[in-house]
């Protein structure tokens, strides 16, 4: 079935260093991909998303590209800051009714 | 133009009690769907509905759960008979159609004693 796995947490980091969160989904068909945040307390916030191969979601420096021959849609940031210190999902949307969500993966960004 | 919206945002219940949590979707929106998220997890999708008709409930648990979305007012979700495993943020999206993105709410976040 589809399901999505992404990179258990928590992911601590430095200010300013590069960071990388791995995603990798099943799917049975092309679902569209996308990366949400979820701050403490809060609902989820869409950071990014992509549509079809080879595309690449950005949003306040934040990227990941849709790799059909690897099945991933890892997110990155060249410079994170302590704002960014949130729970990051990697979802995939297949059928149009229902999202797969990944576990989350929780960054922590130390000043 | 408002975001979706869910109250009660915290709800405490005794075990055996009914939950009832309210989602109102962002304006023009008329399709909803409800996820739980327990501790420590991923969303799990639950239900997905259009106004008065429910289009997928496969992720709904078969007893003591119910979805509804009534042509007037917010969507429901009814938990009768709660039990500690139920202790979760349940969260709503709406969008305004198929293939469109899902606008989420802050979700309820439900505590059983």
């Known amino acids: 079935g589809d399901s999505v796995t992404q990179m258990e947490g928590p992911v601590t980091l430095s200010e300013e260093a590069f960071l990388t969160i791995n995603c990798t989904y099943t799917?049975?068909?092309?679902?569209?991909l996308f990366w949400y945040v979820q701050y403490p307390g809060e609902g989820l916030q869409l950071l990014l998303k992509?549509?079809?191969?080879?595309d690449k979601g950005s949003n306040k420096g934040f990227e990941a590209t849709y790799r059909k021959e690897t099945t991933s849609f890892h997110l990155e940031k060249g410079s994170v800051q302590v704002s960014d210190s949130a729970v990051y999902f990697c979802?995939?949307?297949?059928?149009?009714?229902?999202?797969?969500f990944g576990s989350g993966t929780k960054l922590n960004v130390k000043p | 133009n408002a975001g979706v919206m869910q109250n009660p945002r915290h709800l405490v219940r005794r075990r055996g009690q009914e939950a009832r949590l309210r989602c109102s979707p962002m304006?023009?929106?008329?399709?909803v769907y409800w996820y739980r998220q327990l501790p420590e997890e991923g969303l799990k999708f639950m239900v997905y509905l259009q106004k008065e008709n429910i289009i997928d409930e496969s992720g709904m648990p078969k007893e003591r759960f119910s979805a509804e979305f009534p042509k007037e007012g917010p969507s429901i979700l009814r938990i009768q008979q709660v039990v500690r495993g139920d202790s979760a943020a349940y969260f709503c999206?709406?969008?305004?159609?198929?293939?469109?993105?899902?606008?989420f709410g802050p979700g309820t976040r439900l505590t059983v004693l």
């Open positions: 799917a049975t068909g092309y679902p569209s």
């Open positions: 992509a549509t079809k191969a080879d």
């Open positions: 979802a995939l949307l297949y059928n149009f009714n229902k999202f797969y």
């Open positions: 304006k023009g929106h008329s399709h």
């Open positions: 999206a709406s969008s305004p159609g198929e293939n469109n993105e899902q606008f």
